[in-house]
C-alpha cells in the first residue's frame, strides 16, 4: 500500500474517532445505555468513513497511524494523558480500523472520557495554583514545544509539569504587560512633547 493510499483511510479512522467521541461525551451518562444512542453510534461509525475505508486491506496499516494522530489532536502537547492512559490505550492500536468499520464505537467514548476527566482534574489544579499564588522565584526549566515528549508517568509528575507551564505562561504575561505598558507610556509622552513642540511654533496668540 502506498503512502498516498493511506493518508486518506488513516484521516477517516481519526475523523470518525474524534466525531464519535464528541457524540457519546455529549449525551449523558445516564443515557449511555440507551439503545437508540448505540445504533446513533453505530451508523455513525458506519457511515462516515465507509468511501475512505473500504478499499484498504491491512487494517493495522492505518489502525497503527490513525491511533497516534488521535491521541496527538486530542493531546497535542502530551501533557493531558498520563502514560497509564496511552500504555492502556494501546492495546487496541492495531484494531482500530476493523473496531470503526463494524461500529464499535467503545474506543474513541472510553478516550474521550478519559480526557474529559484529565482536562477536568488540569482545571481543578491550575485554579489551586493560582488560588495559591505563582512563584515566579524560580530557576525551573520547561520544554515548551512537546510533541515529542512522553507524557507524564504519573499524577505528581504531571502535576510539576503543569505547575512549570503555568508558572512560565505567568511570568511571559507579565513580562508582556509590563513591555506594553511601557511602550503606551513613552507614546504617550512622545505625543506629549509633539503637542508642546506644536504649540511652541505657532506663536503667541494675537490679542
Known amino acids: 500500500m502506498t503512502r498516498q ?8 479512522v481519526s475523523a470518525g474517532l474524534i466525531g464519535i467521541g464528541l457524540l457519546l461525551a455529549a449525551v449523558p451518562a445516564k443515557q449511555a445505555s440507551d439503545p437508540l444512542h448505540g445504533e446513533i453510534s453505530g451508523s455513525f461509525a458506519a457511515v462516515m468513513p465507509v ?9 493495522d496499516v492505518v489502525s497503527v497511524p490513525a491511533f497516534k494522530l488521535h491521541i496527538n489532536m486530542l493531546d497535542p502537547d502530551h501533557s493531558v494523558f498520563l502514560a497509564s492512559d496511552i500504555e492502556k490505550a494501546r492495546t487496541r492500536e492495531n484494531s482500530l480500523f476493523e473496531m470503526l468499520r463494524k461500529g464499535d464505537t467503545a474506543f474513541a467514548g472510553e478516550m474521550m472520557g478519559i480526557f474529559r476527566k484529565r482536562v477536568a482534574e488540569r482545571c481543578d489544579f491550575v485554579d ?9 522565584d524560580t530557576h525551573d526549566s520547561i520544554e515548551r514545544d512537546r510533541k ?8 505528581g509528575e504531571q502535576d510539576d509539569l503543569w505547575r512549570k507551564k503555568i ?17 503606551e507610556e513613552e507614546q504617550r509622552a512622545k505625543t506629549g512633547d509633539e503637542g508642546k513642540d506644536a504649540k511652541g ?3 503667541p496668540a494675537q490679542a
Open 148 to 155: 515529542n515528549a512522553p507524557w507524564p508517568g504519573g499524577l
Open 5 to 12: 493510499n493511506v493518508i486518506r483511510p488513516v484521516l477517516g
Open 128 to 136: 489551586g495554583l493560582l488560588k495559591r499564588g505563582v512563584n515566579m
Open 51 to 59: 468511501r475512505h475505508l473500504k478499499p484498504v486491506t491491512g487494517g
Open 201 to 203: 511654533e505657532s506663536g
Open 167 to 183: 508558572t512560565d505562561q505567568y511570568i511571559r504575561f507579565t513580562l508582556d504587560k509590563e513591555r506594553r505598558k511601557k511602550e
